[in-house]
């Protein structure tokens, strides 16, 4: 059933001499040939939207490196946009988002089954990557979590604290709590519908899920992150999941359990041998090296590299950064790391 990819193989529960690798945002401005291909489209926003140009920067990384995964070239923020919202990006700053923080702002917006005109071209970049990929390369899609989606809708930006998102659950949890629904509603959606166009596993990443604490935890990261699960196997039974609760900390322990995902991603704050230790024995963990090594590289880079895939050898492995490689990053860093992976240097 998961085949010969090594990727569908870790994700399965198989332990591999040597794991898969890809790396998240691997197709990003620290490639030259990225950086022309989005010149050629205009701006970040169309070149999501323009399918052919999505999988030619889909393809490169894997071209240049031969990553065991190809991520869809896409945005968390899309999902949003196709809500209603108006979204564009600020060079050097940032996304920017009309905000959702009245009634009257969350009335305007569209139901959930509404998003798909918009998020056509994705579907097609989809079937353009499952047909031009290598054999042994899976195919990964994604989707922002909601309470991630949720703190740009509310913010309008990005927040280094989520503080107004934070603000709205307090003063009005009963908007929060039907905005998180909205997005949830259409996250499934839009995940079914990239798993029909050929989307292998599907990532849920939820980068400021490290903000919510305890209780507001359980109810705001985890259990969306199980309806999302729940309703794609109910559809999917055999695509498996990957879930990123970044900065989870001491809530990494059980999630996977608690939510039904075949693989949890680990962020760099978390040490291997601890994670080993607590995480991976319920099942495949994805990272977690520095992306800060992909800027620095030298034997820093290589001594990590084999910490990590030496504290997750008794397991199902994906290796992987603890979070996006960075625009000033080396690519020739990159391809050590592969290479240390490998054990080919
Ligand atoms: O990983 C990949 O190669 C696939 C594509 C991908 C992008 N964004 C492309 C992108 C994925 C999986 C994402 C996820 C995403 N987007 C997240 C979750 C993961 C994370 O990093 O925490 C978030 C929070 C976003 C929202 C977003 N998109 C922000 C905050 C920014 C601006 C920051 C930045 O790096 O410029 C983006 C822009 C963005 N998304 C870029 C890329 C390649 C850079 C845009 C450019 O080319 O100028």
Not at 13 to 22: A, H, K, L, N, R
Not at 67 to 91: E, H, S
Not at 247 to 268: I, P, Q, R, S, W
Not at 307 to 321: D, Q, T, Y
Request: proline share 6%.
């Amino acid at each position: 059933m998961s085949g010969t990819k090594k990727l569908m193989r870790a994700l399965a529960g198989e332990t591999q001499v040597v794991p898969p690798i890809w790396m998240m945002r691997q197709a990003g401005r620290y490639l030259p040939e990225y950086r022309a291909t989005r010149e050629q489209a205009g701006d970040f926003l169309s070149l999501c939207y323009n399918s052919d140009l999505a999988t030619e920067v889909t393809l490169q990384p894997i071209r240049r490196y031969g990553f065991d995964a190809a991520i869809l070239f896409a945005d968390i923020l899309l999902v949003p946009q196709a809500l209603g919202a108006d979204l564009w990006f600020v060079t050097g700053e940032g996304p920017r988002l009309s905000t959702v923080t009245t009634q009257a702002d969350f009335d305007a917006l569209k139901p959930a089954d509404a998003i798909h005109d918009t998020l056509a071209p994705i579907y097609q970049t989809v079937r353009n990557l499952s047909e031009a990929l290598p054999s042994e390369t899976a195919l990964i899609g994604f989707a922002g979590a909601p309470w991630t989606v949720a703190t740009y809708m509310i913010a309008g930006r990005g927040t280094p604290d989520q503080a107004p998102a934070h603000a709205l659950r307090d003063e009005n949890t009963a908007l929060f709590e039907a905005l998180l629904s909205r997005i949830t509603e259409a996250t499934i959606d839009y995940l079914s519908m990239q798993i029909e166009a050929g989307a292998e596993t599907v990532k849920i990443f939820d980068s400021w899920a490290g903000s919510l604490k305890g209780e507001a935890f359980d109810r705001y990261a985890l259990a969306p992150c199980r309806e999302i699960t729940a309703a794609l196997k109910t559809r999917h039974p055999d695509v498996p999941v990957i879930g990123f609760p970044r900065e989870a900390g001491e809530k990494y322990v059980g999630f996977a359990k608690a939510t039904g995902v075949d693989c949890v991603a680990l962020d760099n704050s978390v040490d291997p041998d601890w994670a080993a230790a607590n995480v991976q024995i319920d099942g495949c963990v994805q990272g977690n090296l520095a992306s800060a090594h992909m800027v620095t590289g030298g034997q820093a880079l290589i001594d990590e590299t084999r910490a990590i895939v030496r504290a997750f050898s008794g397991g199902p492995h994906v290796f992987n950064l603890g979070h996006g490689i960075t625009p000033d990053a080396d690519p020739d860093n990159v391809q050590l790391m592969i290479d240390t992976v490998r054990e080919s240097r």
